[in-house]
């Protein structure tokens, strides 16, 4: 009796709430605008390519995988589910199987583009901040997450948009502010394959 007493209470509450929202009447909702656009672009199967470096100077370990974006959250956010392989290694070594998944949307606060990102290879949340260069379309910015060690890394993140494709390049930046090239992934869009929206 008593959970059900608390439970009719918070009901009670949330109406009340709602009823002084709507007598002093709620901002709009958000609805997609201009900078939304590019998860649009983004939608549909993408095939990828993904070079890795373990050490500065190394030749790249190459693998691939597939991604998977779809518009979500009524035009307001992007959704990727990432599905392949990954070399954790010198190049020889055999792949590992990887999935991640991400969320991307516009924070008109920010003026940023903010994500999240969690894979198979890590226990926590990485975080992103990017901003979008019109004239070159390119998304530049920052991630910043634990990796397979739980130490947490800042990253550098380039997203260029080119015609059918999407080309990614990821770099670590140490303690003293250098950075590093860590991978490079070279995204092809599948002709027909749109994602559907889903709202």
């Known amino acids: 009796m ?16 709602a009823g ?20 649009k672009e983004a939608a549909g199967v ?5 070079e890795s470096w373990m050490a500065p100077g190394a030749p790249p370990s190459v693998s691939k995988g597939v991604e998977t974006n779809r518009v979500g959250c009524g035009g307001l956010c992007l959704i990727t589910d990432f599905k392949g392989s990954f070399v954790m290694g010198p190049p020889g070594t055999p792949a590992m199987a990887f999935e991640g998944h991400g969320t991307e949307t ?10 999240t990102w969690i894979d198979s290879m890590s226990t926590g949340l990485s975080l992103s901040e990017s901003t979008y260069d019109a004239a070159t379309k390119t998304m530049t910015g920052t991630m910043e997450g634990p990796d397979m060690t739980g130490a ?13 494709q999407r080309i990614f390049t990821m770099s ?18 599948r002709k027909g394959a749109a994602a559907p929206a889903k709202k």
């Open 2 to 17: 008593k959970k059900l007493g608390t439970y009719l209470a918070v009901c009670t509450l949330v109406l009340g709430l």
């Open 20 to 39: 002084l929202a709507a007598a002093q009447g709620m901002p709009p909702l958000p609805k997609p605008g201009p900078e939304h656009a590019l998860f």
């Open 46 to 50: 993408w095939d990828a390519k993904v």
């Open 106 to 115: 516009y924070d008109q606060g920010k003026k940023k583009y903010v994500g």
């Open 152 to 164: 947490v890394q800042k990253m550098k993140s380039v997203m260029e948009h080119k015609d059918g």
């Open 172 to 189: 670590m930046t140490g303690p003293d502010g250098k950075e590093t090239p860590a991978m490079k992934i070279t995204y092809t869009k």
